[in-house]
């Protein structure tokens, strides 16, 4: 299976503040990973699919890049409603796995 | 506006079948260039993919839970069923469907583009 690592696991930010999340994969995913975003008591959302493109509707604050075992979605200015959970997930081969999670939280 | 809506028991007992039904509404679960899901989140943890049903009823499950589950699709009802079999407390979990957007056939560009609001089962006697 391919495991996929998230750093940090929880992150403490400023409303207007950009940052970065990584998505490590054990092995490579080539760009077929995405990102979904949580918040608490909903079903996850699709920002990211294929590593860099945003889903229809999505705010343009949000976008991600990297290939192979390295990625990062990054918010440029964090506003109120982005503090939630960011999980990544590969699409590369099954077994399908998710990260374990990021929880940012305002500071 | 498609959305799916989860439907089963809440509480299971152990050793039992757990049988939840997604129904698709607004939309037809024939539809080319999807498949549909099951994903499960254990309580405050992470998610965990279950298994991909297509419209013609091609299944893929993750092996970790393969021996214990069925999805299958009935087209006739717009609906996506998932049965997972001798259930003990480590099934306890949210459980989600969700749409798979395949955006080029037979590659992995695809994603989970849309999302049931999940159900709550808990396995106890």
């Known amino acids: 299976d391919i495991q996929m690592t998230q750093s940090p696991s929880s992150l403490s930010a400023f409303v207007g503040d950009r940052v970065t999340i990584t998505c490590r994969a054990s092995?490579?995913?080539?760009?077929?990973l995405n990102w979904y975003q949580q918040k608490p008591g909903q079903a996850p959302k699709l920002l990211i699919y294929?590593?860099?493109s945003l889903q229809s509707g999505v705010p343009l604050r949000f976008s991600g890049s990297g290939s192979g075992t390295e990625f990062t979605l990054t918010i440029s200015s964090l506003r109120p409603e982005d503090f939630a959970t960011y999980y990544c997930?590969?699409?590369?081969?099954?077994?399908?796995?998710f990260g374990q999670g990021t929880k940012l939280e305002i500071k | 506006q498609v959305q799916l809506q989860e439907s089963g028991p809440g509480l299971v007992k152990p050793s039992q079948t757990l049988s939840l039904t997604c129904t698709v509404a607004?939309?037809?679960?024939?539809?080319?260039?999807?498949?549909w899901s099951w994903i499960r989140q254990h309580p405050g943890k992470g998610l965990e993919w279950i298994g991909n049903?297509?419209?013609?009823?091609?299944?893929y499950y993750n092996p970790s839970l393969k021996s214990r589950v069925t999805i299958s699709v009935d087209t006739s009802k717009n609906q996506f069923s998932l049965k997972l079999s001798s259930v003990t407390a480590a099934d306890t979990a949210v459980y989600y469907c969700?749409?798979?957007?395949?955006?080029?056939?037979?590659?992995?560009?695809?994603?989970?583009?849309?999302w049931g609001r999940g159900t709550l089962v808990t396995v106890s006697s």
């Open positions: 969700a749409r798979i957007l395949v955006r080029l056939l037979y590659t992995p560009d695809w994603s989970f583009d849309l």
């Open positions: 607004g939309g037809s679960i024939s539809s080319g260039g999807y498949s």
């Open positions: 049903i297509n419209y013609s009823g091609t299944t």
């Open positions: 092995q490579s995913t080539s760009s077929y």
């Open positions: 294929g590593a860099s």
């Open positions: 997930q590969q699409s590369y081969t099954m077994p399908y796995t």
